[in-house]
């Protein structure tokens, strides 16, 4: 654990992250749901547009619930964008996390 800011980190995924990665790899699985099996990138593209709309959209209107809920359907839709890649050998959640963390480093030196 490190402490910035007052505010306490881990050093891993919490819990919850992991699971969320368990659920979404089910749901791809064969024993998993059929509608989420069929996706690909390109299938569920209009989707991710469409809820970065409502994004905007709670933004807008102040809705902090709603914003809450739309940035669920976001984190569910780049789970559901690294398991597929990972499936195909390419990359997966963690190679994206990675990559952020040190985008944000190099850009953000102090």
Same mark, same amino acid.
């Given at each position: 654990?490190?402490?910035?800011? !007052?505010?306490?980190?881990?050093?891993? %995924?919490?819990?919850?992250?992991?699971? /969320?990665?368990?659920?979404?790899? +089910?749901?791809?699985?064969?024993? !998993?749901?059929?509608?989420? =099996?069929?996706?690909?990138?390109?299938? +569920? *593209?209009?989707? /991710?547009?469409?809820?970065? &709309?409502?994004?905007?959209? %709670?933004? $807008?209107?102040?809705?902090?619930?709603?914003? =809450?809920?739309?940035?669920?359907?976001?984190?569910?839709?780049?789970? /559901?964008?690294?398991?597929?890649?990972?499936?195909? !050998?390419?990359?997966?959640?963690?190679? +994206? &996390?990675?990559? /952020? &963390? $040190?985008?944000? +480093? *190099? =850009?953000?030196?102090?």
């Amino acid at each position: 654990m490190r402490e910035i800011n !007052g505010k306490t980190y881990i050093e891993e %995924a919490p819990h919850d992250m992991k699971e /969320l990665l368990e659920i979404i790899e +089910v749901l791809r699985s064969p024993d !998993g749901c059929s509608w989420d =099996r069929e996706q690909t990138h390109e299938s +569920v *593209r209009g989707h /991710l547009v469409e809820e970065c &709309a409502e994004l905007l959209e %709670a933004i $807008d209107n102040g809705d902090d619930g709603g914003m =809450r809920e739309e940035l669920g359907d976001l984190l569910m839709h780049i789970l /559901l964008h690294c398991e597929i890649a990972d499936e195909q !050998g390419k990359f997966g959640f963690y190679d +994206v &996390a990675e990559d /952020l &963390a $040190d985008k944000l +480093v *190099r =850009r953000h030196p102090h």
